[in-house]
Nanobody, 122 residues
Framework: QVQLVESGGGLMQAGGSLRLSCTAS????????LGWYRQRPGKERELVAV????????NYADSVKGRFTISRDNIRSPVFLKMNSLKPEDTAVYYC???????????????WGNGTLVTVSS
């Protein structure tokens, strides 16, 4: 079974930068989507950035456009999130997400990491 593990979270002052990494283990046939979500205190989980169509397209939340960059490296480290110009509003638990086509079940399966906490102080 696929497992996703995030890393790179921590404490950072406003204006600083962090780079989140997501590594994957398990049998992965293909990725339909790779991305990052976050859940800010008291709010619903929301999309931050996502790669679709093998990285051919990207989508960012309006709140992070121009500041965050999503990229893909390889299967073991499928997705990164470079976060620049961090704001206190970026404080959240960030989750790695993969939408994978599972040949066995013949359907898409969503996998989530357990999250990494990013805290931005003002």
């Amino acid at each position: 079974q696929v497992q996703l593990v995030e890393s790179g979270g921590g404490l950072m002052q406003a204006g600083g930068s962090l780079r989140l990494s997501c590594t994957a283990s398990g049998n992965i046939l293909s990725y339909n989507e790779l991305g990052w979500y976050r859940q800010r205190p008291g709010k619903e989980r929301e999309l931050v950035a996502v790669l679709r169509n093998g990285g051919g397209s990207t989508n960012y939340a309006d709140s992070v456009k121009g500041r965050f960059t999503i990229s893909r490296d390889n299967i073991r480290s499928p997705v990164f999130l470079k976060m620049n110009s961090l704001k206190p509003e970026d404080t959240a638990v960030y989750y790695c997400h993969a939408k994978v086509w599972a040949l066995t079940s013949g359907t898409y399966v969503n996998y989530w990491g357990n999250g990494t906490l990013v805290t931005v102080s003002s």
